[in-house]
T-cell receptor, first 114, second 112 residues
């Protein structure tokens, strides 16, 4: 009954470091998404994926990289972290794009970059 | 400006009704959604409405949609302290890829 799991829950790192946020879902959902949540901006889409090996950029993708070699995993990598990437990151998945197939969210990773 | 706009804060007394408002700009939206976020957690879908509907009721929740004015509202009847959370409006802009576009969220505080 894991659902969608994000790890780590909290991370502190330094500017210039590479950091990877993990996302794992047990439903075999086709669609997966990465968002960042910042005060005053709501949720903004970073990357999304319609299936394994298919990914596409969202509205704030600069500085981020994703991969989807397996349906259940969708890691997000910050190649060289910057302070502006301090945020709360949410992963979500959905079975499809219809309204009765809503996005299910993980509990988030709070990332601080010093 | 924001494509999906919400007021940032709302405070109500326990037992009163809460009304959270949202405006959107994209006329191609097919579905509009309300999500709830409790402290330290992710977002949970509360309800949604198809764009050709005017109203949808689900227990204490009533969603009203004015498509002409691109205005969406969420009414919570008999608001409880457990309803205190951030509420997000989202629309799909007709996307077939499951993409959603979120507002900034409304922080609802319910006073006992």
């Amino acid at each position: 009954d894991a659902g969608i799991t994000q790890s780590p829950r909290y991370k502190i790192t330094e500017t210039g470091r590479q950091v990877t946020l993990m996302c794992h879902q047990t439903w075999s959902h086709s669609y997966m998404f990465w968002y960042r949540q910042d005060l005053g901006h709501g949720l903004r889409l970073i990357y999304y994926s319609a299936a394994a090996d298919i990914t596409d950029k969202g509205e704030v993708s600069d500085g981020y990289v994703v991969s989807r070699s397996k349906t259940e995993n969708f890691p997000l990598t910050l190649e060289s972290a910057t302070r502006s990437q301090t945020s709360v990151y949410f992963c979500a998945s959905s079975e499809g794009s219809a309204a009765n197939q809503p996005q299910h969210f993980g509990d988030g990773t709070r990332l601080s970059i010093l | 400006g924001e494509d999906v706009e919400q007021s940032l804060f709302l405070s109500v007394r326990e037992g009163d009704s809460s009304v959270i408002n949202c405006t959107y700009t994209d006329s191609s939206s097919t579905y509009l959604y309300w999500y709830k976020q409790e402290p330290g957690a992710g977002l949970q879908l509360l309800t949604y409405i198809f764009s050709n509907m005017d109203m949808k009721q689900d227990q204490r929740l009533t969603v009203l949609l004015n498509k002409k004015d691109k205005h969406l509202s969420l009414r919570i009847a008999d608001t409880q302290t457990g309803d205190s959370a951030i509420y997000f409006c989202a629309d799909d802009r007709g996307s077939t890829l499951g993409r959603l576009y979120f507002g900034r969220g409304t922080q609802l505080t319910v006073w006992p």
